[in-house]
T-cell receptor
Framework: KNEVEQSPQNLTAQEGEFITINCSYS?????LHWLQQHPGGGIVSLFM???GKKKHGRLIATINIQEKHSSLHITASHPRDSAVYIC??????????????FGKGTKLSVKP | GAGVSQSPSNKVTEKGKDVELRCDPI?????LYWYRQSLGQGLEFLIY????????KSGLPSDRFSAERTGGSVSTLTIQRTQQEDSAVYLC??????????????FGPGTRLTVL
């Protein structure tokens, strides 16, 4: 079983729809990241959070530490949101401080 | 530029040859990470450098892989005697390190390695 599970693996939406991508993890973490990887391969960090909720434009990320679950929401989706969204967790300090454990990603396609 | 840069962007090599991949992190970032992404797979951690500390090599898949970081800045990932299963996109990222700074990582564009 992967330590970081994302769902769904693939998601197709119509422009304007509200989108939710889920991430569950099985290890203790110090932070969780949401990353966006565009078809060209470039990766951009969207959020880093350790509690609560963060909002940036049409993107909202939430995390529930007790339930070991995070969600990424996209409001009023647009074709330019089409990308792979990757959840990654950081292990707590005291363990290996360097690495992130990545989910396999959710491929989102937003149709006009 | 202000971002993380990597070179080459593409590398095609023959099985058994050695390759070197380069990463220039963002100036001032003390932490540097190497990851790889194989076709159809998720990102996989390889190695992490933080300041002058010993690197975390726990993700390197075999002793054919090594990396160094000179002067706390530029890093080189070396793969010796390449195998076809080494074909992947190799990504470098950098961040401010330490326990009191944010850990947001900034990724380079990657090097696509193809081993024939």
């Amino acid at each position: 079983k992967n330590e970081v599970e994302q769902s769904p693996q693939n998601l197709t939406a119509q422009e304007g729809e509200f989108i939710t991508i889920n991430c569950s993890y099985s290890v203790g973490i110090s932070a969780l990241h949401w990353l966006q990887q565009h078809p060209g391969g470039g990766i951009v960090s969207l959020f880093m959070l350790s509690s609560g909720k963060k909002k940036h434009g049409r993107l909202i990320a939430t995390i529930n530490i007790q339930e070991k679950h995070s969600s990424l929401h996209i409001t009023a989706s647009h074709p330019r949101d089409s990308a792979v969204y990757i959840c990654a967790v950081r292990l707590p300090l005291g363990g290996s401080q360097g690495n992130l454990i990545f989910g396999k990603g959710t491929k989102l396609s937003v149709k006009p | 530029g202000a971002g993380v840069s990597q070179s080459p962007s593409n590398k095609v090599t023959e099985k058994g040859k050695d390759v070197e991949l380069r990463c220039d992190p963002i100036s001032g970032h003390t932490a540097l990470y190497w990851y790889r992404q194989s076709l159809g797979q998720g990102l996989e951690f390889l190695i992490y450098f933080q300041g002058n500390s010993a690197p975390d090599k726990s993700g390197l898949p075999s002793d054919r892989f090594s990396a160094e970081r000179t002067g706390g800045s530029v890093s080189t990932l070396t793969i010796q005697r390449t195998q076809q299963e080494d074909s992947a996109v190799y990504l470098c990222a950098s961040s401010f390190g330490g326990t009191r700074r944010g850990y947001e990582q900034f990724f380079g564009p990657g090097t696509r390695l193809t081993v024939l």
